[in-house]
């Protein structure tokens, strides 16, 4: 096996992704036209998107890592418009394009056209989310698009297998098309939820964080095979797991979160990149065997295909946003008023990804009697020029958008000010402990000890108040700023003081590594309450 086209697309989409921090262009739309420039350049390998290698390996990694950072409360709140998109939005655009597609383009039959629609369904909220939190989209608005995009693949793979049995000559009935979704859907949701517990357990039990976190990366797999194993979403399966461990992460030690939180940020990180330079690196394919569909015909295709996925968006969004509203008197008075301006947002951050790719290249070459699938070529095009239309299209309008309808952000200062006020309960509550603690003969301390606890209690509680006053005119910093950049600074010198002595040979590369990692710790807190 000739591993190099690997290792080329892991380390140049990690090189275009590294580069797009210095541009205004999100990395997701810049690896794709990396991507589609380097298809063409001479001696480039061909990539072909596997399926059997996309859904099963690649995807339960990324709905995991996104499940994990998203707030459980945060999606229970904002149930209702999650399942309308990622539910109700999916079957809507699947018989709306096919539909559409069906009396576009002439000869196709109705079922092919349908399973273009299930393709071409599920948004993929990745590039969409990385653009919400870098102009500062409203919680609300970035809560839904995230949620939407954990479950939408679920519904899309499901109404896929059931238009494909009715193109291949399976005879799917409706009755039948019902009876797997919901199988597909309460098996998923059964299997996340038999799962979760023993899982959590295993991880609050193993004592090393080494096993914790080999088990760590190997929970989205399982979760995913064993659904699938027994027909039901592998995909619902991993998001239930993923949102219950992600909920119950306090439980595990401290040691555990900070090894996991970097292993799967660099997961993620390679899996994202990689994914979105493949996407570009399509052309090449899709343009093999169109026949007859080529040249303006199949641009004009392209372009109908497009718009059409754009406005049924829109369609779906706005009476799904506002009637239920006007239907309820308690969701008036449970929810707060939405706008038109984040109606639009959500409209408009419909772009689609890398799934809707995979499944276009898992549909066969033949139906069951042994002709070609119809229009095969004509549905693995479409579905290219309609991922990178709404990538490059949406993907670039959309941080303008959002500026121009001036839609209000995150309130950087009531959020510090609620974390302010949830340090100061903890540190009392802290405090107390450490009095009723000391007052124990067993616990004594001698005094500078004793106080230097209280001191680190002190520091927290007054750390994110600091970051409310008053900046240093000469630096710009505040008092907690130049408090964690001095004792950066101090630990710093410590480490060098540590290496200079295992040069001299008064400590060895063991007694190194143990005082490394302590004062690594102690910074590694440093950058997280800077980072906050």
Do not use: C
């Amino acid at each position: 096996m000739d591993v190099m086209p690997l290792l080329l697309l892991v380390a140049g989409s990690a090189a275009v992704a590294a580069g797009a921090r210095r541009t205004p262009v999100p990395a997701p739309l810049l690896l794709v036209a990396v991507g589609l420039v380097i298809s063409y350049v001479p001696g480039v390998p061909d990539y072909t998107l596997d399926p059997h290698i996309v859904l099963p390996l690649i995807l339960p990694p990324l709905l995991y890592t996104s499940a994990t950072d998203s707030s459980y409360l945060d999606l229970r709140a904002q149930l209702r418009p999650v399942a309308l998109l990622s539910v109700g939005y999916v079957l809507f655009a699947t018989f709306v394009v096919g539909w559409a597609v069906y009396r576009i383009v002439p000869g196709l039959p109705l079922a092919a056209a349908l399973v273009l629609g299930a393709v071409v369904a599920p948004p993929d909220a990745v590039a969409a989310t990385a653009v919400a939190r870098r102009v500062g989209l409203p919680s609300r608005i970035t809560t839904i698009l995230q949620g939407e995009s954990l479950v939408n693949d679920a519904t899309a793979i499901t109404a896929y297998r059931v238009a494909l049995a009715a193109a291949v000559g399976e005879g799917a009935t409706w009755a039948e098309g019902i009876g797997e979704f919901l199988l597909a859907a309460v098996g998923g949701v059964g299997i996340g939820l038999l799962l979760m517990v023993p899982i959590h357990w295993l991880r609050t039990h193993l004592k090393e964080a080494l096993l914790q976190n080999t088990l760590s990366l190997l929970i989205p797999f399982v979760a995913y095979a064993v659904a699938e194993q027994v027909h039901a979403s592998g995909v619902l399966a991993v998001v239930v797991v993923a949102l219950y461990l992600g909920h119950r992460a306090w439980e595990v030690d401290f040691a555990t979160r900070l090894q996991e939180e970097a292993v799967w940020k660099m997961v993620a990180f390679v899996l994202e990149s990689s994914v979105f330079a493949l996407i570009g690196l399509q052309l090449p394919v899709v343009l093999k065997g169109l026949g007859e569909y080529e040249g303006g015909t199949a641009a004009w295709y392209a372009v109908a295909v497009f718009l059409v996925v754009v406005v049924t968006r829109f369609v779906w969004v706005y009476p799904a946003t506002f009637l239920p509203r006007l239907a309820s008197a308690r969701i008036r008075e449970r929810e707060s008023n939405p706008t038109w301006k984040g109606a639009f947002v959500i409209g408009w951050a419909g772009m689609r990804g890398v799934v809707s790719l995979a499944i276009a290249f898992s549909i066969p070459l033949t139906v069951h009697g042994g002709e070609p699938f119809p229009g095969r070529n004509l549905i693995l095009f479409l579905t290219f020029t309609t991922v990178i239309g709404t990538l490059v299209v949406q993907g670039v309008t959309l941080p303008p958008l959002i500026r121009l309808l001036k839609l209000p952000g995150r309130d950087q200062q009531a959020e510090t000010l609620a974390e302010a006020n949830a340090q100061a309960q903890a540190s009392l509550v802290a405090e107390r402990r450490l009095e009723e603690l000391l007052d124990d003969e067993r616990n004594a301390l001698p005094p500078p000890l004793a106080d230097r606890l209280r001191a680190v209690l002190e520091r927290r509680r007054n750390a994110v108040w600091e970051r409310l006053g008053q900046v240093n005119p000469l630096t710009g910093e505040t008092v907690d700023d130049t408090y964690r950049r001095l004792s950066r600074e101090m630990i710093s010198s410590e480490r060098k003081m540590f290496v200079r002595l295992r040069d001299t040979r008064h400590i060895d590369d063991e007694m190194l590594r143990t005082l490394l990692r302590r004062l690594d710790l102690e910074e590694a807190a440093a950058f997280r309450e800077a980072a906050s």
